[in-house]
């Protein structure tokens, strides 16, 4: 994915790399000294509590928020970026927890809004209403496996996890995508929408997408993502992976009362021993 960069002694150059990321709003320190390295197909779950620094964390990559201090890296090279339109131009995208859809336009138009494909009749430009319906079949089936019943309905109509599939797909549809951010993607869903979202968020990373997914739902966490990162009070706490960790492990780190959840915690639970 990452086609040019140079390979750091022997290791595959990350996709993402964020590398002291400070940001303070007033007199508030929202965000402090925050590293982050993301490699490709790789899931990277976000989780601490409220106000810990996470949103703040990826709105700086999504370039809504600018960073006081601190650099971004894509495959290497240092990136700036000023608003949404500049994360997506390097490949960076994400789907808030309102999905940001229009509740009253049906899926294809949802999909490809602000985007949409022209056709020309006797030189009047008409919206290609057949090509948007045929291509948003195509990039749900591709990148969520979601099939659609009737692409004419509003998304208003649809399902939290069909909603979900739109949004995706949407994200999914910049050019040269390489890191997907997804916020809370699980809160407002049932079980089955839950399974089916955890789903396409593998069938991201299968495309050999990265994905960062912020959650509050640890047992969701542990379902999808490969590593966990921690924050609290907007530091990292520390990062482990989900196949040598615990959900118990990282809520010690969460709230702060883990002995030796240090800031490279990689070992199993260290809470038994509270217990
Ligand atoms: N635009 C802003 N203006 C002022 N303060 C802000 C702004 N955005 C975030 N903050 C503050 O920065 C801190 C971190 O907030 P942030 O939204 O990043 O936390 P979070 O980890 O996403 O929390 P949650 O789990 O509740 O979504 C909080 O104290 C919050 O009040
Ligand atoms: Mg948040």
């Not at 976000?46 to 971004?72: F, H, M, R, W």
């Not at 608003?83 to 997506?88: M, V």
């Not at 948003?136 to 599939?165: M, W, Y």
């Amino acid at each position: 994915m990452c086609k040019i960069g140079v390979e750091m002694e022997g290791e595959k150059q990350p996709l993402l790399a964020m590398r002291g990321i400070t940001k303070s709003f007033g007199g508030l320190r929202a965000v402090t000294d925050v590293d982050l390295t993301l490699h490709e197909g790789q899931i990277l779950a976000i989780v601490g509590d409220n106000g810990a620094g996470k949103s703040t964390l990826i709105k700086i990559l999504t370039g809504v928020y600018q960073p006081d201090a601190g650099e971004i890296f894509i495959c290497g090279a240092k990136v700036e970026m000023s608003s949404r339109r500049d994360s997506i131009r390097v490949g960076v995208n994400a789907v808030y927890q309102n999905l940001g859809l229009v509740d009253a336009l049906p899926a294809p138009a949802n999909v490809f809004l602000g985007n949409e494909p022209v056709r020309r009749i006797l030189g009047i430009p008409f919206l290609d209403n057949r090509r948007m319906r045929e291509e948003t079949e195509r990039i749900l089936i591709e990148n969520t496996g979601v099939k659609l019943e009737d692409a004419t309905v509003p998304t208003l109509n649809l399902s939290g996890g069909q909603r979900q599939a739109v949004a995706i797909a949407r994200a999914v549809l910049v050019a040269d995508l390489k890191v997907l951010v997804m916020d809370e993607p699980t809160a407002a869903l049932g079980p089955e929408e839950t399974r089916n979202t955890l789903a396409l968020i593998r069938a991201v990373r299968d495309r050999g997408i990265a994905v960062i997914v912020i959650s509050h739902n640890l047992e969701h966490v542990f379902a999808v993502a490969d590593r966990v990162m921690v924050m609290r009070g907007g530091r990292k706490i520390g990062e482990v992976d989900t196949a040598t960790s615990s959900g118990t492990e990282v809520l010690g780190m969460i709230v702060g009362s883990a002995v030796g959840a240090g800031a490279h915690a990689t070992t199993p639970s260290t809470l038994g021993a509270q217990q």
